[in-house]
């Protein structure tokens, strides 16, 4: 009994100290990083500390405290004080990070050194003109989907933005799983597609994050992404797998299809069919957008990053019809 007491209180001690230099770590690193435009508020030590205690000998206690409401903030934003949060000795909780006006940063789903200003200036009109009969079957499969997407959708471009990009979020997270995998098994370097195309994944379903606040969608709305994701995650799984130069092709020529979809938004908004809301708070912060920002400016935005999506998918299919492999080419990263 002597012998386990000991060890126990041995590494309750060491998991103390080594968390709390942890912690100390990662709030040096971060506050180093994020100093010159963000403040960085220390996690909070004390409740880790005693829930440490509790490890000596008061877990009906701990319990109680891991499920205690402390207010602040919790999943997409904060500020409701209903929220709870989870109280933990782990010593990983984020750090507080503040705006440059002094405000709390209220998004846990991407951080302020995540956001960035779009590149407006980006050709909207290239266009890859198909040659082969692969170019071809990648162009007709695109236009074919558009045909029951028009008429589902007709003019309401809210809803259909925000219903085609749980779509959009798929193929680079796909892409960037396998070409993982791939890394994993042939002991060799991505050349950064793998970030890339994850990258992609992730600004992709921010644009979902933010169309939600414009579009609620409907019960058979929701039943309709559930369906599709199934038939489009798998299709896409496995022809990416038979051609990646195919399946980015296909990608291409869908952001081709989204700059047109977008271009139509915006025809709306100016015509006034569709009224130019504020923009959502979420679209301010992610894209840096000045606080009197529109619908149409976020649109813009969007637009702009379905234009860089355009170029790395039209790039990747490329690098593999010059018979190359996407690790031999340097992946345009952070390429927003
Ligand atoms: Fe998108
Ligand atoms: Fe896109």
């Not at 989870?86 to 405000?103: Q, T």
């Not at 959502?280 to 149409?296: E, F, G, H, M, V």
């Amino acid at each position: 009994m002597m012998y386990r007491g000991g060890v126990r209180l041995f590494s309750t001690l060491t998991a103390r100290t080594a968390s709390t230099e942890a912690a100390a770590r990662i709030l040096a690193g971060q506050t180093n990083r994020h100093l010159s435009t963000f403040l960085v508020r220390a996690p909070i030590l004390g409740s880790r500390n005693r829930s440490t205690l509790a490890l000596g000998g008061e877990k009906e206690q701990q319990r109680e405290e891991n499920v205690q409401t402390t207010g602040a903030a919790a999943a997409g934003g904060s500020g409701n004080k209903d929220e709870k949060r989870i109280v933990s000795y782990w010593g990983v909780e984020a750090p507080k990070v503040n705006k440059d006006d002094g405000s709390e940063w209220k998004w846990n789903c991407f951080r302020p050194w995540e956001a960035y200003e779009a590149d407006l200036s980006i050709d909207l009109k290239k266009h890859h003109a198909p040659t082969t009969f692969s170019d071809k079957m990648a162009l007709w499969t695109v236009k074919s989907l558009r045909w029951p997407t028009d008429l589902f959708f007709q003019r309401r471009y809210g809803c259909r933005a925000m219903m085609l990009e749980t779509v959009a979020a798929v193929p680079g997270m796909v892409g960037g799983m396998l070409l993982h995998c791939k890394s994993l098994r042939r002991f060799e370097h991505s050349g950064g597609w793998i970030k890339a195309l994850l990258e992609e994944a992730e600004n992709e379903r921010m644009h979902l994050m933010t169309f939600m606040e414009v579009a609620k969608p409907k019960w058979y709305e929701r039943a309709l992404v559930f369906a599709v994701q199934g038939v489009f995650f798998n299709a896409y799984f496995l022809g990416y797998l038979i051609s990646p130069k195919f399946a980015h092709r296909m990608v291409g020529y869908l952001e081709e299809e989204a700059i047109h979809s977008y271009t139509e938004f915006l025809k709306e908004l100016d015509k006034g069919n569709i009224e130019n809301v504020p923009a959502p708070a979420i679209a301010t912060d992610y894209w840096r957008l000045p606080p009197n920002s529109t619908l149409k400016d976020v649109v813009l935005v969007v637009r702009a990053d379905e234009a860089h999506h355009r170029d790395v998918n039209h790039f990747a299919s490329d690098i593999h019809y010059q018979g190359r492999q996407l690790r031999e080419s340097p992946a345009p990263l952070g390429y927003h």
